[in-house]
Every structure is written in C-alpha cells, then in structure tokens.
C-alpha cells in the first residue's frame, strides 16, 4: 500500500497521503477506524476521487447513513455544504438534535482559490485546557429546543428510514413514529407533534460527552453550543433546567475554542472523515463562491 502518513496538528488529526494512484479501496477499513480513534479525524489526500468513490468509502465504514433533507442531494450518501458564504462557528453535526450522527465526511470536489477553509477543534484538547471553573460550568447537562416544520422531519424520516433498509413507499406515509424510532437515546429527548404537523423536540446532553469511536475517551468538548441553524429555526440553548448559560463562561469557552482550532486548507479531492461526537467543525467566510464541497453523515 503506496501511502504515508504525518500528523495535521500537534493535537490532533492525520494527514494520509497518496504516493502514487493507490486508490482509496485498498486501504483497510480497519485501520482507517484505528487512526480516527487516535487521531479524532483524518484526511485524505492525492488519492484519485469522485463523488461516486466517496460515496463507496462512506458506505464501506457505515452501517447506516443520516441525510440532512434541507441540503441538496448528489446519490443517496452525499449531499452539498449550501450553508451561504458567513463564517460557521464550531459545532458537531446535528450534535442539538436527537439524531446525532457518529461520523462526519467531506469531499472537495473543487478547491478553493483563496480562504474558505473548513475549521476543525479537537473537544480532547478542549477539554484538557479547561480549568475548573469552566469544568464545573459544562459538565452539567444542556437542553436544545426547537420547532422543526413537518416537510422537513417528514424528509429527514423518509431519507434515514430508506438507508436503514426500511420498506417505505413515499413522504405521505411517514408518521411521528417513524421519526421516533431514528432517536439515538429516547432517554435524552422528546419529540411533541403540533396541531400544523410539525414538531418541537428536547434533546438533553452533556457538552462534555465520551466518543462513540474510541470508547476510552470520555471527556470532549464536542457539542453545538456555538454551531448555526441553516436551513432550520434556532434552538433554544440552556441548561438542563432551564436556567441560562452565563455568557461569560460562553466567551470563555469560544476564546479557548478558537486557539485550538485549526484549518483544513482544502485541495482538489481531499476527503476529510471527523469524529463527530469528538471534533467539533466550522468554516471560515467563503472567500470563493466556486468552492464545492460535499458532505455525509453517518453511524459506525
């Protein structure tokens, strides 16, 4: 196997690099899962690509797929980051919502030309900068609460129901329930249906939490605290019991964030795999609107 390997960060993160046209199939499955376990997320780069290759590569280290309906669609596994052009701040994807997805792609299937990077944080390294007080402050659990409207959580349960195996003939026979069974924890969420068809749902977490990839890590600071809300309304971000977060430990925790957050300077057909309930990711402002990248989210 004609590839090498050097780490992206001091923290975190693996660069694998093709040496010559050593396609991505050939690389066993198992060692990419070992290296993410270390390293929270990996790269891959100079190997020959296409969207129909990621695609394989998602599937092949997946034993479902989660679909974001309000994106764009390219196949059934990827779909296209159309979140505008602002900065995004760090965030685990889908990390506010029930249906939290272990893993984390993108594909580059054209660089930009200037700016325009994707931002990783390793919540690991987060959390071993924290100091007590900060500690103190997030280990207690946080509820996310948001209206989410029926198109759309009927999509969503449609797209996720199919890739699971689910025998589903159209949008017009999916119900609350279906969408309920997708729950990752019915302990740590709610969902309620509304008289209009759509739905509110609570989901409590920890903002500290253990990685679904490597089970010995068990304390990241990988949540949405400060993520966006494309495509669907804002939640409402508090603790547990419904007091507020003090802004000042929020500051805190962004200042902190931000010096340990690195760029992903994107080239042509780079695939970037993240553990998602690990590394937290954003983007800086879109500098080239010709950027295209695509993404998937999946479970292990």
């Given amino acids: 196997m004609n590839i090498s390997s050097t780490n992206h960060s001091p923290e975190s993160g693996l660069v694998i690099q093709a040496n010559s046209e050593t396609p991505l199939t050939e690389i066993d499955p198992g060692y990419i899962l070992e290296m993410l376990a270390d390293k929270g997320y990996v790269l891959f780069r100079g190997f020959p690509n296409s969207i129909e290759i990621f695609t394989d590569l998602v599937k092949s280290l997946s034993s479902s797929l989660s679909l974001d309906p309000a994106r764009s669609f390219d196949g059934d596994a990827a779909q296209k980051v159309d979140a505008g052009t602002d900065k995004v701040g760090l965030h685990c994807e889908n990390g506010n919502s029930p249906f939290w997805p272990d893993l984390c792609w993108f594909y580059c299937n054209v660089a930009p030309q200037r700016g325009s990077q994707t931002t990783v944080c390793d919540g690991q390294a987060v959390y071993k900068q924290m100091d007590d007080e900060l500690k ?51 302990n740590s969420s709610e969902i ?62 962004e200042s902190l964030c931000e010096r340990l957050t690195c760029n ?29 990248i695509f993404n998937a989210l999946s479970y292990i």
């Avoid at 509820?143 to 589903?168: E, P």
């Avoid at 992903?264 to 990711?281: A, F, K, P, S, Y």
Wanted: charge should be negative; avoid cysteine.
């Fill in 136 to 186: 103190a402050a997030f280990q207690q659990e946080i509820k996310y609460s948001r209206k989410v409207d029926k198109t759309k959580w009927q999509r969503y349960a449609l797209h996720a129901s199919l890739a699971r195996g689910k025998q589903v003939e159209s949008i017009d026979d999916i119900t609350i329930d279906d969408l309920k069974e997708l729950v990752n924890d019915p």
């Fill in 192 to 253: 309620h249906l509304l008289d209009d068809g759509s739905i509110e749902y609570i989901f409590k977490t920890n903002p500290v939490r253990s990685s679904a990839v490597n089970k010995a890590l068990t304390n990241n600071f990988a949540n949405s605290i400060f993520g966006p809300s494309n495509h669907y309304a804002s939640p409402v971000i508090t603790y547990s019991n419904g007091n507020s977060i003090p802004s000042e430990q929020l500051d805190r925790m």
């Fill in 264 to 292: 992903i300077d994107w080239e042509q057909g780079d695939i970037l795999l993240i553990d998602n309930t690990r590394v937290m990711h954003g983007r800086r402002k879109i500098e080239d609107t010709e950027r295209l």
